[in-house]
T-cell receptor
Framework: GAVVSQHPSRVICKSGTSVKIECRSLDFQATTMFWYRQFPKKSLMLMATSNEGSKATYEQGVEKDKFLINHASLTLSTLTVTSAHPEDSSFYIC????????????FGPGTRLLVL | GESVGLHLPTLSVQEGDNSIINCAYSNSASDYFIWYKQESGKGPQFIIDIRSNMDKRQGQRVTVLLNKTVKHLSLQIAATQPGDSAVYFCAESLYNFNKFYFGSGTKLNVKP
């Protein structure tokens, strides 16, 4: 149980285009989902926290208009990287948390984004 | 954000030996800590957690020790196996679990 999936697993796009990444909780309802960014050989950096049905809370320094987050249902959150540039190339990881078990978050497998 | 760091970026151990990975945290108010394992190209995998009202917690082949006095966390892996090779992160959170801050990671290399 407690499986989180991400789609796509890898994506290559041209500079200036937008890319949408999906995060799904497959067998539980996730009231909260987190989005992280990870550079090579670096740690995970929390980008934002999204709660179902409300606006995402962004960490300091993360551009809201650049990284659009939507948590429309209890099993799906999306991260859209708008007008992507090469510096947006990174590993994006989501995690999901059940409401009843607040301390446990389950991570997705990550999405590798390469912007040319 | 909070500051969570690790003493050693890379650790090499012989198969069968015990491994100890260390982590320092800065926020004395943090009361929940987790160790994650991340293999290349994959998301983090939960290993073990501990709350601040505990000093030690044991799992299968793993033990987490918490020293709140010096704000130090460690992960002990017994009889390290090649499959344990990965990057290990500690993470801390405050009581509301709304945010988790990750340390910089330690790469564990297990030599056969």
């Amino acid at each position: 149980g407690a499986v989180v999936s991400q789609h796509p697993s890898r994506v290559i796009c041209k500079s200036g285009t937008s890319v949408k990444i999906e995060c799904r909780s497959l067998d539980f309802q996730a009231t909260t989902m987190f989005w992280y960014r990870q550079f090579p050989k670096k740690s995970l950096m929390l980008m934002a926290t999204s709660n179902e049905g409300s606006k995402a809370t962004y960490e300091q320094g993360v551009e809201k208009d650049k990284f659009l987050i939507n948590h429309a249902s209890l099993t799906l959150s999306t991260l859209t990287v708008t007008s992507a540039h090469p510096e947006d190339s990174s590993f994006y990881i989501c995690s999901a948390r059940e409401g009843a078990k607040q301390e446990t978050q389950y991570f997705g497998p990550g999405t590798r984004l390469l912007v040319l | 954000g909070e500051s969570v760091g690790l003493h050693l970026p890379t650790l090499s151990v012989q198969e069968g030996d015990n491994s100890i990975i260390n982590c320092a945290y800065s926020n004395s108010a943090s009361d929940y800590f987790i160790w994650y394992k991340q293999e290349s190209g994959k998301g983090p995998q939960f290993i073990i957690d501990i709350r601040s009202n505990m000093d030690k917690r044991q799992g299968q082949r793993v033990t987490v020790l918490l020293n709140k006095t010096v704000k130090h966390l460690s992960l002990q892996i017994a009889a390290t196996q090649p499959g344990d090779s990965a990057v290990y992160f500690c993470a801390e959170s405050l009581y509301n679990f709304n945010k988790f801050y990750f340390g910089s990671g330690t790469k564990l290399n297990v030599k056969p």
